[in-house]
C-alpha cells in the first residue's frame, strides 16, 4: 500500500518565521478583546473623552470629500454647484478637524494624558497635530484663487529663509497639490492609525483620582470613600487595563 501524497503546504510543528513572529507578538499586544472593545470605563462617558473620537469622525469626512475633489478638479470644484458644495464641505470638516483636534490636544495636557506609560500615545498625537498644519497649508495653496496665490507669495520668502525652498517650492502648483492629496495625508492617516492603537493597547487615561479636599467639599470623607468605591468622584478601572495602567485610586490609609 502506497504512502499518501505528502502535503507541501503542511509544515510539522510550530515553524520560526519572521512573519509568525509578527503576528504573534501583535496578538500578544492586541488581543481581539482590546484591539475592538465592546465596553470603557465608565468615567469615559465625560465629555473630556468625546473630542478624540470628534476628530476622527471630521478627519473622514475630509477624506472623503478630499478624494471627490481630487477626482473631479479645480474647473468642478470652482464652475459647478454640486463642486462648490463638495468643496465647501471640505473647508468646513477641515476646520471643524482642527477645532476637535486642539480641545482633544488640550483636554488631554491637563489631564496629563503621558500619565501610565502613555508617553508614545501624547508624542504620536502632538506629531498628528503638526503634520496636519502643513497638511492644511498645501491645502490653501492648492486651491486655484487668488488667496492661494496670495498666501504663496506671501509665504516664499519665509520658507526660502529656512533654505527648505530649494526643495518645497510653494509657488509650484502642482507640487503642492501632490504634497496635500498624497504624501501628509499619508503621514497623518499613518500617524492618527499608530496613536488609536497606542490607546488601544494603554487604554484612555483615567481622571486624576480626587483629593482629600475636594471630597470634604462634597461631604465625603475618606472613610465614606473607602466604604463605597462605586461613588461617581472614584474613577473604576477598567477591567481589561493591562499592570500599571490602573487609575490613581485612594488607598487605605489604616
Known amino acids: 500500500m502506497s504512502a499518501p501524497p505528502a502535503d507541501t503546504y503542511t509544515v510539522?510543528?510550530?515553524?520560526?518565521?519572521?512573519?509568525?513572529r509578527i503576528r504573534d507578538k501583535a496578538v500578544k499586544a492586541y488581543p481581539p478583546d482590546r484591539l475592538l472593545p465592546d465596553s470603557q470605563p465608565a468615567y469615559v462617558a465625560s465629555w473630556?473623552?468625546?473630542?478624540?473620537a470628534l476628530t476622527l469622525g471630521a478627519f473622514i469626512v475630509v477624506l472623503l470629500s478630499g478624494g471627490v475633489l481630487a477626482v473631479e478638479g479645480?474647473?468642478?470644484?470652482?464652475?459647478?454647484n454640486a463642486g462648490?458644495?463638495?468643496?465647501?464641505?471640505?473647508?468646513w470638516s477641515t476646520e471643524l478637524f482642527f477645532m476637535?483636534?486642539?480641545?482633544?490636544l488640550w483636554a488631554k495636557f491637563f489631564m496629563a494624558a503621558w500619565r501610565g506609560r502613555r508617553k508614545a500615545t501624547w508624542i504620536t498625537g502632538v506629531i498628528a497635530f503638526a503634520v496636519s498644519i502643513a497638511t492644511a497649508f498645501t491645502g490653501y495653496l492648492s486651491q486655484q484663487n487668488f488667496?492661494?496665490?496670495w498666501i504663496g507669495t506671501q509665504a516664499k520668502d519665509g520658507i526660502n529663509s529656512t533654505g527648505a525652498g530649494a526643495f518645497w517650492n510653494v509657488l509650484?502648483?502642482?507640487?503642492?497639490?501632490?504634497?496635500?492629496?498624497?504624501?501628509?495625508?499619508?503621514?497623518?492617516?499613518?500617524?492618527?492609525?499608530?496613536?488609536?492603537?497606542?490607546?488601544?493597547?494603554?487604554?484612555?487615561?483615567?481622571p486624576f483620582a480626587p483629593t482629600q479636599a475636594q471630597l470634604a467639599k462634597a461631604g465625603l470623607g475618606?472613610?465614606?470613600?473607602?466604604?463605597?468605591?462605586?461613588?461617581?468622584?472614584?474613577?473604576?478601572?477598567?477591567?481589561?487595563s493591562l499592570p500599571g495602567d490602573q487609575p490613581e485610586l485612594l488607598e487605605d490609609q489604616s
Open 12 to 20: 510539522g510543528g510550530k515553524a520560526d518565521t519572521w512573519i509568525g
Open 48 to 52: 473630556a473623552y468625546v473630542f478624540g
Open 74 to 80: 479645480p474647473a468642478w470644484w470652482h464652475k459647478s
Open 84 to 91: 462648490l458644495f463638495v468643496n465647501s464641505t471640505h473647508l
Open 100 to 104: 476637535f483636534m486642539v480641545v482633544h
Open 147 to 149: 488667496d492661494s496665490e
Open 172 to 206: 509650484n502648483f502642482g507640487q503642492m497639490l501632490m504634497w496635500h492629496i498624497v504624501l501628509l495625508p499619508l503621514l497623518v492617516a499613518l500617524v492618527i492609525g499608530i496613536h488609536v492603537l497606542l490607546v488601544r493597547r494603554r487604554g484612555v487615561v483615567p
Open 222 to 240: 475618606l472613610a465614606t470613600n473607602l466604604a463605597a468605591p462605586a461613588s461617581p468622584l472614584a474613577p473604576q478601572a477598567p477591567a481589561d
